[in-house]
């Protein structure tokens, strides 16, 4: 008989993990045949340490969301506090607790003018699920009943719900559920890389914006409910709009009333050296989806911005809103996320993410637009991309549309980096407390990963 290894070592964790984990976005077979995950034990700053001690550079703050960075004891105390005093209430039946309410009345002074309602889940996809809950209820309360579809984008992500996957743009999710469900369209993302042709950028923003448009004729405006999207597509590989598109999609949601949703998810809370990146692109949504650095991740809470419009037709039109959540509003959560946005502000996070490492940032990476498979480097703040392409005279991409980013990936972590690959490109989004220091070896080591990548590809 063959005796199980020591228990809490690398190799049982690895052969338990195999035996009844089952892991997010993961091909299973692919994980055994590697040999198990990788555990990660401990971390501090922007630096994660596996059981077999090996320190990696996490330039993905986890999953977008690390902003703060790990290791905050201000965090573990605010949550242990919380904890001793009230680990857990309800929001239901007409109760709240303080966090929850001192949350609720923060988010609605940070966040853009007019939107001064909360409503709590615990995660993007539970809080994009209620937008869409939320609007279609709206539009019944209005007498507006035909509202009911909602337009996004292709490589849109806004979770992974029935509903929230239906909102995404993500074709491989769809077509493992038979999504997306009724009432939900696509529209080309502005991705001027990509699908810009011989426009400039300005030209191509303002086309991308009119296939929003476009499309709301198509439907019927007496059919549209809203338009969602994220400021900069994170997961559809760092897709940062021209200037000119945002400005055009708000006039013309206006000018068709219909709703506009911001999923601010990944850009909010500094990442883009904006507290949200609805400032930095002068947008005055209806809804905004709030997650991932509201607590830094250290917990988990999601947060739906409601503004006026919207709040005051169902609070005096709507009754009972048949809609929650088991831990909306969570005590210990809101007192996490309280203490994470302290941090932001007195540490001067945003500033500094303007100021100092999203400029740096900005100047390494482009560094690398000489590259041999380097078509395009883009950045806004901290959160970057490394476009790579077969041809880069013509942005043409390689055959196998995927694979280089494996490779690319592979050699990422080989060397001691976290790195995301998405298709073909390489993004990123380190915690906003990261040094100058350590995005310079970030991109030592991403550099030596294109490098050995074009080797592999034929190129180097």
Same mark, same amino acid.
């Given at each position: 008989?063959?005796?199980?290894?020591?228990?809490?070592?690398?190799?049982?964790?690895?052969?338990?993990?195999?035996?009844?984990?089952?892991?997010?976005?993961?091909?299973?077979?692919?994980?055994?045949?590697?040999?198990?995950?990788?555990?990660?034990?401990?971390?501090?700053?922007?630096?994660?340490?596996?059981?077999?001690?090996?320190?990696?550079?996490?330039?993905?703050?986890?999953?977008?969301?690390?902003?703060?960075?790990?290791?905050?004891?201000?965090?573990?105390?605010?949550?242990?506090?919380?904890?001793?005093?009230?680990?857990?209430?309800?929001?239901?039946?007409?109760?709240?607790?303080?966090?929850?309410?001192?949350?609720?009345?923060?988010?609605?002074?940070?966040?853009?003018?007019?939107?001064?309602?909360?409503?709590?889940?615990?995660?993007?996809?539970?809080?994009?699920?209620?937008?869409?809950?939320?609007?279609?209820?709206?539009?019944?309360?209005?007498?507006?009943?035909?509202?009911?579809?909602?337009?996004?984008?292709?490589?849109?992500?806004?979770?992974?719900?029935?509903?929230?996957?239906?909102?995404?743009?993500?074709?491989?999710?769809?077509?493992?559920?038979?999504?997306?469900?009724?009432?939900?369209?696509?529209?080309?993302?502005?991705?001027?890389?990509?699908?810009?042709?011989?426009?400039?950028?300005?030209?191509?923003?303002?086309?991308?914006?009119?296939?929003?448009? &476009?499309?709301?004729?198509?439907?019927? +405006?007496?059919?549209? #409910?809203?338009?969602? /999207?994220? =400021? $900069?597509? *994170?997961?559809?590989?760092?897709?940062?709009?021209?200037?000119?598109?945002?400005?055009?999609?708000?006039?013309?949601?206006?000018?068709?009333?219909?709703?506009?949703?911001?999923?601010?998810?990944?850009?909010?809370?500094?990442?883009?050296?904006?507290?949200?990146?609805?400032?930095?692109?002068?947008?005055?949504?209806?809804?905004?989806?709030?997650?991932?650095?509201?607590?830094?991740?250290?917990?988990?809470?999601?947060?739906?911005?409601?503004?006026?419009?919207?709040?005051?037709?169902?609070?005096?039109?709507?009754?009972?809103?048949?809609?929650?959540?088991?831990?909306?509003?969570?005590?210990?959560?809101?007192?996490?996320?309280?203490?994470?946005?302290?941090?932001?502000?007195?540490?001067?996070?945003?500033?500094?993410?303007? &100021?100092?490492?999203?400029?740096?940032? +900005?100047?390494?990476? #482009?560094?690398?637009? /000489?590259? =041999? $498979?380097? *078509?395009?480097?883009?950045?806004?703040?901290?959160?970057?991309?490394?476009?790579?392409?077969?041809?880069?005279?013509?942005?043409?991409?390689?055959?196998?549309?995927?694979?280089?980013?494996?490779?690319?990936?592979?050699?990422?972590?080989?060397?001691?980096?976290?790195?995301?690959?998405?298709?073909?490109?390489?993004?990123?989004?380190?915690?906003?407390?990261?040094?100058?220091?350590?995005?310079?070896?970030?991109?030592?080591?991403?550099?030596?990963?294109?490098?050995?990548?074009?080797?592999?590809?034929?190129?180097?």
């Amino acid at each position: 008989m063959t005796s199980r290894p020591a228990r809490n070592s690398t190799t049982w964790w690895r052969e338990s993990d195999l035996r009844h984990h089952m892991h997010p976005f993961t091909d299973y077979q692919g994980l055994a045949e590697d040999g198990g995950a990788r555990i990660i034990t401990a971390a501090e700053g922007a630096t994660l340490t596996d059981s077999e001690g090996a320190k990696v550079l996490d330039g993905m703050a986890g999953l977008w969301c690390v902003n703060v960075g790990y290791g905050r004891q201000e965090l573990a105390e605010a949550a242990y506090a919380q904890m001793m005093e009230l680990p857990y209430y309800n929001t239901f039946f007409k109760t709240a607790t303080p966090s929850s309410v001192e949350l609720a009345e923060k988010l609605a002074e940070i966040t853009p003018q007019g939107l001064d309602h909360v409503f709590f889940g615990s995660s993007g996809s539970e809080a994009n699920d209620t937008i869409v809950r939320a609007v279609r209820h709206f539009w019944n309360l209005e007498g507006k009943p035909g509202k009911k579809t909602f337009i996004s984008r292709t490589y849109a992500y806004h979770g992974s719900t029935m509903a929230s996957v239906s909102l995404g743009g993500m074709a491989a999710m769809h077509g493992q559920a038979d999504l997306p469900l009724p009432g939900f369209v696509h529209v080309m993302p502005p991705y001027w890389y990509d699908f810009g042709g011989d426009l400039t950028p300005e030209e191509f923003g303002l086309q991308a914006a009119r296939a929003v448009e &476009d499309k709301i004729l198509e439907l019927g +405006a007496d059919t549209v #409910a809203a338009f969602i /999207g994220e =400021p $900069i597509q *994170g997961a559809g590989a760092v897709i940062i709009p021209p200037e000119s598109y945002w400005p055009e999609v708000q006039r013309i949601c206006a000018k068709h009333d219909v709703l506009l949703i911001v999923d601010e998810v990944i850009c909010g809370f500094g990442r883009t050296g904006h507290m949200f990146a609805s400032e930095y692109y002068g947008l005055k949504p209806d809804l905004m989806t709030l997650a991932k650095g509201l607590t830094s991740g250290y917990l988990p809470l999601s947060a739906v911005m409601v503004g006026d419009r919207v709040a005051d037709t169902l609070i005096s039109k709507g009754g009972e809103f048949y809609h929650g959540f088991t831990y909306s509003g969570h005590p210990v959560a809101c007192a996490v996320a309280l203490a994470n946005i302290k941090i932001i502000e007195d540490e001067k996070l945003v500033q500094r993410t303007h &100021d100092q490492t999203g400029p740096h940032l +900005a100047e390494r990476l #482009a560094e690398l637009a /000489g590259h =041999p $498979i380097v *078509g395009e480097v883009r950045s806004l703040g901290l959160i970057g991309a490394v476009e790579m392409v077969k041809d880069k005279a013509g942005r043409g991409h390689f055959d196998d549309l995927g694979a280089t980013g494996t490779i690319c990936r592979d050699h990422c972590i080989e060397g001691g980096l976290i790195l995301r690959a998405v298709r073909d490109v390489m993004v990123m989004s380190p915690p906003l407390s990261i040094t100058t220091a350590e995005i310079d070896e970030l991109m030592r080591i991403l550099r030596q990963a294109l490098d050995r990548t074009a080797k592999d590809v034929g190129m180097g």
